[in-house]
C-alpha cells in the first residue's frame, strides 16, 4: 500500500456513492431494537421500487440519539427519523419524493446535535463501519501515512503533549507525558494497549466509538506504537461488547489485508501487529495493571505501582496503555494540529469529552461535547431536563469512582478540575441524570453494591470494607440505622480509601461521600426511621 | 553494596540500596505488623497492614514493596496508621468464622498475635458468618475455609518455593476462595507433591495437619525463608 493506492481507493468509493443516502444506525441500541430488520427491508424497498440505481441504504455507526432510535437519516435533504419500525420502510421510502410521511421525524438542528463538537465521533453515524474503504474515502489512514514518512516519533510525542490531550479513561493523566515515558523506557520490546474494558454503570462512550469507527482507533493506536517504538499491541474490550469485537476484528483483519497493520506499514520499516482480547465480565480489569494480567492470561487483579506499565507492563515490558476515547483523539490531533486541539475546552482540560446521558433524561444518548461546556448546558440543552419537566435533583458522573452532584452546582464547567473539587471526576464518561423521586442513600447503595461485587478480593480494606459498608447503607435504607453506624460508615469510607490497593477500591467511598457532603438530611431522614417495609409495632 | 541512610519514626536507619522499608525497619527492630508478607516469598502488598507514611507522599505505602531511599522519612505507627490497622484486623476478624477456642492454631496464630498487637479489644463490625466448606480429602492436611485470610501465602509457596501451583484464588470479593487445581477437592489434585509448604506458610490455622486437636498445631512459617536461602548458597 502507497499514497496513490490509498488515494485510488478513496476515490473509487466517493465516485461509487450514489445521489440519494439512507443512512441506518445499525450501533447496539439501534440493533436491539430492530435496525438490523429495518435496514433489510430499507434495502428491499429500494429494490423494489427500481430506485436502486441512484438510491443507497447504508448501515452506519451511533448517531447518537441512541434513546430515539432506531434512527434512519436522508441524505443529502439531511431528514431524520425516529423510532423507525422495519414495517415503516415503505413509508420513509415514500418520503424520498416528497410523499406524506408518518414516520416519527427528527430535528437534526436540535440543540442536541446543534450544540456538539464532533471530534472523536466525527464519523459516528456517518461512514460504514465496517467497510474500511469508507474510512479510508473521509480520509482514514492519510495521517498515518503522514507520521510515518514525515515525522518522527519526538515530534508525534511532541505534538500530543503541546494538544494538551489527558487520558480519557478517568484520571486525567497527560497523554504526552505518558507517552513520552514509554519511548524513553529502556527495552527491545514494547507493547501499546488499548483499554476497552468500560464497565461504568450507565457509560457507553467507548462501545460506541468502537462499533461506529474502529479503524479510528486502529490507526491512533498504531500512530502511538510508532512513537513510543512499540511493535505489538492489544485492544482489550470486555466480553458484554459483542458487537464491538465483531467490527474490531474485520476492521483488523481489513487494514491488514491492505498493508496498514502488521509487517512493513505503508511499505516502511514499521511493523505494528493488533490484536484483540476479551474481557471475561471483571469491571476491575479496567484497571490499568488487572488489565495486564488478563492478557497475559493470568488473573484478573491489580497489583501496587509502582512500578508502571510505562515502565514494566505486559510480561515486563514497557507497555502504553490508553483508553478508547484518547486513541480516537489522536488522529484528528495530528492531522489538524496540536494549537488546533488546544484551543478548544478550557485551561487545563483541553478539546472534548464524550458523555453518555442517562437516566432521568428527555434526550438519552451519546454526546460530545468541548470540555468547560456546564453541566446545565449539558442537561438542561442537550438533554432537554427530566422526562416529565420536573426539576433535576443531581447527576452522577464517574461511574463507582465519581460522585453525583447536586443541582445547585450545575453551573459547574466540566473540567478535569472542577468535578474533582465538587466532589466526583470526569470519569470515563457516563452520565445518570436523578430527579426529584430519587433516594441518594439508595443510590449510594447500589454505587456500593457494585464495588462490593467488583472488587476483586486481593487486598483487605476493598474486599471485606466494601462489604461492610454496603451492610450500613442496608441499614440505612431500611430505616435500621442509628447515627453510630454513620460514624462507622463515615469512618470506613476514610479507612477503604486510604489503605486499598487499587483504584477500585480508593474510589468505592466516592459516591457515598459525595451523597453524604450534598444530601446529608437525606441520610439523617433514615435515621432510626421505621421503614415502610418493617414491620410496625401493633400495641 | 551502596547504603543508603534513612530516618524510620525519628531514627535513623541505615540500609542497602534496594532494600525495602520493611526489612530497613525490621532490622533496625521497628516493628511493623504484616500478614501477607513472608520471607522468602515475593511481596503482593495485598493485607495493607504494613502501609507507613513516607514524607511527601500523600498516599499510603505499602512497606513491604517500597524500596528506601536516601534521605526518606518514614513514619509507621502513627496514630491514623494505628486506626486503620486495627479496624483492618477487625475486618478480617468479622470476615470468616474465626473462633480460636476450637483452632488448631490457638497460641501459634499470627491472626491471633495481630490482634494482639494492634490493640483490638473486640469487633466493631458486622460478622459476615459465611457458610465456608473443610476439605479434608487429602490424606495428610485440610483447610478449614472458615479460618483463611486470603493472604495467598499458601499460592506463593506452592508456586514458588515448590514449584507446583497446585494453589491459586478462585471467586471475588469476600466469595474469593483458595482452591487446589482448577477448583478439585485437595485429594484429587494431582498436582499437589504433599510437600506441606502451604501449611508452613500458613499464618493462620486454615491449613493444617490432620489429627492435630486444639491449639496444637506447631509450624515455623520462617523456614520457607530457610529453604529459600539454603538453594541460594547451594545452588
Redesign the interface.
Known amino acids: 500500500m502507497d499514497l496513490a493506492e490509498l488515494n485510488a481507493i478513496a476515490a473509487h468509493e466517493r465516485a461509487s456513492r450514489k445521489p440519494i443516502r439512507i443512512a441506518c444506525c445499525t450501533s447496539l441500541g439501534c440493533y436491539a431494537s430492530g435496525a438490523v430488520e429495518l435496514q433489510q427491508q430499507l434495502t428491499a424497498g429500494v429494490a423494489a421500487t427500481g430506485r436502486a440505481e441512484n438510491v443507497e441504504v447504508v448501515g452506519v455507526g451511533c448517531m447518537g440519539f441512541c434513546g430515539h432510535g432506531p434512527l434512519v437519516r436522508i441524505e443529502p435533504e439531511d431528514l431524520l427519523f425516529e423510532h423507525v419500525r422495519p414495517e415503516q420502510a415503505p413509508a420513509i421510502i415514500a418520503a424520498l419524493d416528497g410523499g406524506p410521511c408518518d414516520v416519527e421525524r427528527g430535528d437534526p438542528r436540535h440543540p442536541f446535535f446543534a450544540r456538539q463538537l464532533p471530534i472523536v465521533r466525527r464519523n459516528g453515524g456517518v461512514i460504514d463501519p465496517e467497510r474500511i474503504e469508507a474510512y479510508i474515502a473521509a480520509g482514514g489512514y492519510a495521517t498515518l501515512y503522514r507520521v510515518l514518512h514525515d515525522v518522527s516519533p519526538a515530534e508525534v510525542i511532541d505534538q500530543i503533549t503541546r494538544s494538551g490531550l489527558r487520558g480519557r479513561g478517568g484520571a486525567g493523566y497527560p497523554t504526552g507525558l505518558k507517552w513520552a515515558t514509554v519511548a524513553k523506557s529502556p527495552g527491545e520490546r514494547k507493547f501499546v494497549v488499548c483499554n476497552g474494558d468500560e464497565g461504568d454503570p450507565g457509560a457507553f462512550m467507548d462501545r460506541s466509538i468502537l462499533e461506529s469507527d474502529p479503524h479510528l482507533v486502529l490507526e491512533g493506536m498504531a500512530i502511538a506504537a510508532y512513537a513510543v517504538g512499540a511493535h505489538e499491541g492489544y485492544l482489550y474490550v470486555r466480553g458484554e461488547y459483542p458487537l464491538a469485537i465483531q467490527r474490531l476484528t474485520r476492521a483488523i483483519s481489513q487494514a491488514r489485508r491492505h498493508g496498514l497493520s502488521g509487517s512493513q506499514i505503508f511499505e516502511t520499516a514499521f511493523d505494528f501487529k493488533v490484536e484483540v482480547r476479551v474481557g471475561a465480565g471483571a469491571f476491575v480489569c479496567g484497571e490499568e495493571t488487572a488489565l495486564i494480567a488478563s492478557i497475559e492470561g493470568r488473573r484478573g487483579q491489580p497489583r501496587p505501582r509502582p512500578p508502571y506499565p510505562a515502565e514494566r507492563g505486559l510480561w515486563g515490558c514497557p507497555t502504553l496503555i490508553n483508553n478508547v476515547e484518547t486513541f480516537a483523539n489522536i488522529v484528528p490531533i495530528i492531522e489538524r494540529g496540536a494549537d488546533w486541539y488546544a484551543s478548544i475546552g478550557t485551561a487545563r482540560s483541553k478539546g472534548t469529552k464524550v458523555f453518555a446521558l442517562t437516566g432521568k433524561i428527555r434526550n438519552t444518548g451519546l454526546i460530545e461535547v468541548p470540555m468547560g461546556i456546564t453541566l446545565r448546558e449539558i442537561i438542561e440543552d442537550l438533554g432537554g431536563g427530566t422526562p416529565d419537566g420536573t426539576p433535576v435533583k443531581a447527576v452522577q458522573t464517574g461511574g463507582p469512582s465519581g460522585g453525583c452532584i447536586p443541582a445547585s452546582l450545575f453551573d459547574t464547567p466540566v473540567d478535569y478540575e472542577s468535578l474533582a473539587a465538587a466532589g466526583s471526576i470526569m470519569g470515563s464518561g457516563g452520565m445518570v441524570v436523578m430527579d426529584a423521586g430519587t433516594n441518594m442513600v439508595e443510590i449510594a447503595r447500589f454505587y456500593m453494591a457494585f464495588c462490593m461485587d467488583e472488587s476483586c478480593g486481593k487486598c483487605v480494606p476493598c474486599r471485606v470494607g466494601t462489604v461492610q459498608m454496603h451492610h450500613l447503607l442496608d441499614k440505612l435504607v431500611n430505616g435500621q440505622a442509628t447515627s453510630e453506624d454513620l460514624v462507622q460508615l463515615e469512618a470506613l469510607c476514610q479507612i477503604v480509601r486510604e489503605m486499598s490497593l487499587c483504584g477500585l477500591g480508593q474510589s468505592a467511598p466516592n459516591p457515598v461521600l459525595s451523597t453524604l457532603r450534598y444530601f446529608r438530611d437525606e441520610y439523617a431522614a433514615l435515621l432510626n426511621a421505621p421503614s415502610a417495609a418493617a414491620p410496625q409495632p401493633t400495641d | 553494596m551502596a547504603a543508603r541512610t534513612l530516618t524510620i519514626d525519628g531514627q535513623l536507619v541505615s540500609a542497602r540500596a534496594g532494600e525495602t522499608i520493611l526489612e530497613a525497619a525490621r532490622d533496625a527492630g521497628i516493628a511493623i505488623p504484616t500478614l501477607c508478607h513472608l520471607e522468602g516469598l515475593s511481596a ?6 504494613c ?1 507507613v507514611e513516607v514524607v511527601g507522599s500523600s498516599r ?1 505505602l ?1 512497606a513491604c ?1 517500597t524500596p528506601v531511599s536516601e534521605g526518606m522519612e518514614v513514619r509507621t505507627a502513627s496514630e ?1 496508621l494505628q486506626a ?1 490497622r486495627r ?2 484486623v477487625e ?2 476478624f ?2 470468616r468464622n474465626h473462633v480460636c477456642a476450637v483452632c488448631v492454631a490457638s497460641g501459634n496464630c499470627e491472626l491471633q498475635n495481630l490482634a494482639v498487637q494492634v490493640g483490638m479489644t473486640h469487633v ?3 460478622y ?1 458468618t459465611p457458610q465456608c466448606s473443610v476439605d479434608i480429602s487429602h490424606p495428610q492436611f485440610g483447610i478449614d475455609h472458615n479460618r483463611c ?2 493472604c495467598t501465602r499458601c499460592v506463593r509457596a506452592c508456586d514458588e518455593v515448590e514449584g507446583v501451583h497446585t494453589w ?2 478462585a ?6 476462595r483458595v482452591i487446589t487445581d482448577l477448583g478439585l477437592p485437595w485429594g484429587e489434585a494431582t498436582s499437589c507433591t504433599s510437600c506441606g509448604k502451604c501449611l508452613l506458610a500458613c499464618p493462620t490455622g486454615a491449613i493444617f495437619r490432620r489429627g492435630t486437636s486444639v491449639a496444637e498445631l506447631e509450624r515455623d512459617p520462617r523456614r520457607i525463608a530457610v529453604i529459600v536461602a539454603s538453594r541460594q548458597e547451594r545452588w
Open positions: 503482593v502488598g495485598a493485607c495493607r497492614l502501609l499510603l505499602p514493596l491514623r486503620n479496624a483492618l475486618l478480617l468479622a470476615e466493631r463490625y458486622a459476615l485470610v486470603l491459586d484464588v471467586g471475588r470479593g469476600v466469595n474469593a
